[in-house]
């Protein structure tokens, strides 16, 4: 029925899903041009945020460590 609210885990959005997984392979790196004269910072860091969006809080914060680990000092 239209308005009703479901019941149950609230549905996690196949875009999410699917971006975690695109992206997991690539959590060491930094995400950017590939010649390096742009970068947005570690893809962890990304993969992060889209794990805690999943609601996988412990995947988020391993995530979060790795991206600390791979920044520059000073930066983001």
């Known amino acids: 029925m239209p308005g009703r609210p479901r019941r149950g885990r609230p549905r996690r959005p196949p875009r999410i899903e699917r971006l975690h997984a695109e992206l ?3 959590a060491g790196e930094l995400a950017g041009a590939g010649s390096g004269a742009v970068t947005l ?3 962890a860091r990304y993969l ?3 794990a ?8 988020a914060k391993a995530h979060q ?3 600390r ?3 520059a000092p ?3």
């Open 24 to 26: 997991l392979p690539a």
């Open 41 to 43: 910072g570690p893809v």
């Open 48 to 50: 992060g945020e889209l």
């Open 52 to 59: 805690t969006a999943l609601g996988r809080h412990d995947q």
């Open 65 to 67: 460590r790795t991206a």
């Open 69 to 71: 680990g791979l920044r």
């Open 74 to 76: 000073g930066n983001w």
